[in-house]
């Protein structure tokens, strides 16, 4: 069996000239997938944001965001290409972000997830996030509740 860990992984900031490969995951891992202009925003424009790349043999298989406002972080968006899945590159990158949060002095992390994002929640729960509250209907393409997760730090 293939060792999960035995493929390299680099942490690393997006910048402006990775979006159009965060977009084939962003467009593999979502059903209602970011536009280009929305990251655009993102990394340009907004100046809460901090988002990071997971590359394998310098291809980025992730990524991942977030909004830091005070001692409060907000996870905007988190994904693995489904070829890389169950490689553990999701929480090596999901580390990095609480790494980074750590270093602005964040005291709480907050997200949504789909009530039906099992692998999403066991990954979160592994990081200590407990599920705080329920948004109803909060994703508009299938009208899925979400559960608001959130870690104390
Ligand atoms: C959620 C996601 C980022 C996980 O990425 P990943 O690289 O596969 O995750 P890892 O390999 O690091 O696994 C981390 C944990 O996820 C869970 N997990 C992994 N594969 C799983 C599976 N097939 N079934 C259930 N849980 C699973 C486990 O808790 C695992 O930890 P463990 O190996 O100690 O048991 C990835 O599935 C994804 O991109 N999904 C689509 C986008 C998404 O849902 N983003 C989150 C939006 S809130």
Redesign the pocket.
């Known amino acids: 069996m293939t060792n999960?860990q035995s493929l390299p992984r680099t942490v690393r900031k997006m910048h402006l000239d990775d979006i159009a490969k965060v977009l084939v995951?962003e467009r593999d891992?979502?059903t209602m997938p970011w536009s280009e202009q929305a990251f655009l925003n993102e990394l340009g424009k907004n100046p809460f944001a901090t988002y990071q790349v997971i590359e394998t043999h310098g291809q980025i298989v992730?990524y991942?965001g977030m909004w830091i406002v005070m001692y409060e972080a907000h996870?905007t968006?988190?994904?693995?290409?489904?070829s890389?899945?169950?490689?553990?590159?999701?929480?090596?990158?999901?580390q990095a972000m609480l790494d980074e949060a750590v270093k602005y002095g964040v005291k709480k992390v907050t997200?949504?997830?789909?009530v039906s994002?099992?692998?999403?929640q066991?990954?979160?729960?592994?990081f200590g996030f407990v599920k705080t509250g329920l948004e109803v209907g909060y994703y508009t393409d299938t009208n899925e509740d979400a559960y608001v997760m959130t870690l104390e730090m």
Do not use: D, T
């Open positions: 999960p995951v891992a979502f992730g991942g996870i968006n988190f994904a693995i290409h489904s890389f899945r169950g490689h553990s590159f999701g929480k090596e990158l999901f997200l949504e997830v789909r994002n099992h692998r999403a066991k990954l979160y729960q592994h």
